[in-house]
């Protein structure tokens, strides 16, 4: 069946410092896949998302490029603030409005 | 425009007890979903509409979980007989069918609580 699977955290960062959070994937055809953030106190939100090989999706800052060689939808920030301190899940679906298999989620902590 | 509400916000309940969770999606989204996110386990389906389809209960933990979707729009998640293992944030989810998989956009969840 279909799975994901995060890196665990919780990840602690310097303001400005570099981030990945790996995303590996399991799945059967040709998922799509996305990036959800979800900030102290809120619900969960899309952040981006890529629906074919090698595309990639980003926004905010952030991005992600679909590795099918990989099996691979990392996520990646060339220098965070402090207001990027959430958990960020990475999730895959298939066609056809079918549910979404979730990652664990990563906390990711940004000091000042 | 509106996202998608759920209600309460909040529930506590004593162990023993039947709760309902409310979620109203986006207008003219066809599908709804419900997850659980519970602490250390990540966010987990539960059941799914599509339509007028019947629904995906293949989620459901046990047979004490329900739901339904009255006229393609609100949709009830009924707990019986809740136990402590069930506390955990019910997340409800909306999305519109098209070609591919689509964005979910979700409410801000019901924190439920099981003395």
């Known amino acids: 069946g279909n799975s994901v699977t995060q890196m665990e955290g919780p990840v602690t960062l310097s303001e400005e410092a570099f981030l990945t959070i790996n995303c590996t994937y399991t799945?059967?055809?040709?998922?799509?896949l996305f990036w959800y953030v979800q900030y102290p106190g809120e619900g969960l939100q899309l952040l981006l998302k890529?629906?074919?090989?090698?595309d990639k999706g980003s926004n905010k800052g952030f991005e992600a490029t679909y590795r099918k060689e990989t099996t691979s939808f990392h996520l990646e920030k060339g220098s965070v603030q402090v207001s990027d301190s959430a958990v960020y899940f990475c999730?895959?679906?298939?066609?056809?409005?079918?549910?979404?298999?979730f990652g664990k989620g990563t906390r990711l902590s940004v000091i000042a | 425009g509106a996202g998608v509400s759920q209600s309460p916000s909040n529930k506590v309940t004593e162990k023993g007890k039947d709760v309902e969770l409310r979620c109203d999606p986006i207008?003219?989204?066809?599908?709804l979903y419900w997850y659980r996110q519970s602490l250390g386990q990540g966010l987990e389906f539960l059941i799914y509409?599509?339509?007028?389809?019947?629904?995906?209960k293949s989620g459901l933990p046990s047979d004490r979980f329900s739901a339904e979707r009255t006229g393609g729009s609100v949709s009830t998640l009924t707990i019986q007989r809740t136990q402590q293992e069930d506390s955990a944030v019910y997340l409800c989810?909306?999305?519109?069918?098209?070609?591919?998989?689509?964005?979910?956009?979700f409410g801000p969840g019901t924190r439920l609580t099981v003395l």
């Open positions: 989810a909306s999305s519109s069918k098209r070609g591919g998989a689509d964005t979910q956009y």
């Open positions: 799945a059967t055809g040709y998922p799509s």
């Open positions: 890529a629906t074919k090989a090698d």
């Open positions: 999730a895959l679906g298939n066609s056809g409005n079918t549910p979404l298999v």
């Open positions: 207008s003219g989204h066809t599908a």
């Open positions: 509409f599509q339509g007028n389809s019947a629904p995906d």
